[in-house]
């Protein structure tokens, strides 16, 4: 009955649940400041350097897979500074010994709604009838960052409308850019909404939503890699449109980073050794590998490398552009859940986490997302 009443559509799935409150994850204090938060901001400020040194390397570019034809395109955005909403990095972490960064999900990343709101909710509802002490809290301060980043942005682009864009039949991607259209509201901004596939061209090489507005500004649910080799590919440099996020998150949000990050950081403790798929005779052949293409998201088209012999773990689209090595570090596992912390950051800041639980080793779309407290 909550759920509905605030809109939150997904939280269950195909049958299963999503949303998943028979558990949560208890931290202390200086868990989360010292081996997430920290952390994950200068993860953040070495994966932005990386970004500096590929958009300046021609060699980099065409590692990283970005069409040549769009690489003016995306340096540009880098060096006219523009402004980052948010992203999310993925850390193997057990409580324990330091978080390890799998990857960074900063273009499109998604439980964005269920982290920022509605598992706070969760948490005052669980004080409120004396289930939780009152004392508990909860590492998330995402909406108030995000309503913030916001207004920044339209100040930045001079804009006081923003649309918003995602793909037709999904839900989760529907709820996750509704709720960025009330954060905008609440901000100021007057919102629209377009679906990705309805997005139009006119004449004069605007992009253009249903009713023929142009979109200034949009903030869209859709990965930088698809739209760089769309039909439309050609247009994005000269439609004068100011998107959300910006072009430069295509070498944040590529796996490629994470090879680099280890070049550039050696034996940094929470980084994982990492390595291009033509130069895996730097990997150890008696270790286990992880293997990833380049653009993979939710978990798709990964392998595992274990004495030369390579297995299957999941299916999906991806690998075309190329693979990276991770060396395996497995999730934990507690009661039975292989667990994995997402570390959000809005802009700069370090903004909250998520968790999601499955009983198998990777973390899909359909995984389960439970709440998390400080005590």
């Given at each position: ?127 409120q009838e004396g289930h939780i002490a009152r004392n508990a809290d909860q590492f998330n301060s995402l909406q108030e960052k995000l309503v913030h980043r916001l207004g920044e942005i339209a100040q930045f682009y001079q804009v006081h409308e923003m649309h918003f864009a995602c793909c037709k039949d999904t839900e ?24 990705v596939e309805d997005i139009g061209l006119s004449e004069n090489g605007l992009f253009t939503d249903m009713s023929n507005n142009p979109l200034l500004s949009c903030f ?156």
């Amino acid at each position: 009955m909550l759920a509905a009443e605030y809109g939150f559509h997904f939280h269950t799935m195909y049958g299963e649940p999503y949303w998943d409150e028979s558990a949560y994850y208890q931290f202390s204090l200086a868990q989360i400041e010292n081996h997430i938060e920290d952390p994950t901001a200068e993860i953040h400020q070495m994966c932005l350097s990386i970004v500096d040194e590929v958009v300046n390397s021609e060699k980099l570019m065409k590692r990283f897979a970005i069409p040549q034809a769009h690489w003016d395109f995306v340096r540009q955005s880098w060096l006219n500074k523009e402004p980052s909403l948010y992203s999310r990095l993925d850390l193997v972490y057990d409580g324990v010994n330091p978080a390890k960064l799998l990857e960074n999900n900063a273009d499109t990343p998604t439980s964005l709604y269920e982290s920022g709101f509605w598992q706070w909710l969760w948490l005052e509802h669980q004080v409120q009838e004396g289930h939780i002490a009152r004392n508990a809290d909860q590492f998330n301060s995402l909406q108030e960052k995000l309503v913030h980043r916001l207004g920044e942005i339209a100040q930045f682009y001079q804009v006081h409308e923003m649309h918003f864009a995602c793909c037709k039949d999904t839900e989760e991607d529907r709820g996750t850019v509704q709720y960025l259209q009330d954060c905008a509201s609440e901000a100021g901004i007057e919102d629209k909404f377009v679906y990705v596939e309805d997005i139009g061209l006119s004449e004069n090489g605007l992009f253009t939503d249903m009713s023929n507005n142009p979109l200034l500004s949009c903030f869209k649910l859709y990965p930088w890699e698809f739209m760089l080799s769309e039909s439309y590919g050609d247009h994005l440099e000269t439609a004068d449109t100011n998107w959300i996020e910006p072009p430069w998150k295509a070498i944040l949000s590529n796996k490629a980073l994470l090879p680099l990050l280890w070049q550039r950081f050696p034996n940094h403790p929470n980084l994982l050794p990492s390595y291009f798929s033509d130069g895996a005779h730097k990997a150890s052949s008696n270790e286990k590998w992880i293997k990833k293409p380049l653009f993979s998201r939710e978990g798709a088209n990964i392998s595992l490398l274990d004495n030369g012999e390579e297995k299957v773990l999941s299916e999906g689209p991806y690998g075309e552009e190329g693979f990276i090595l991770q060396a395996y570090s497995p999730l934990p596992v507690f009661d039975g859940n292989h667990t994995l912390i997402g570390s959000w950051l809005v802009d700069d800041m370090p903004a909250g986490i998520s968790i999601r639980e499955d009983k198998s080793p990777i973390t899909q779309d359909l995984s389960r997302y439970l709440p998390h407290i400080i005590l």
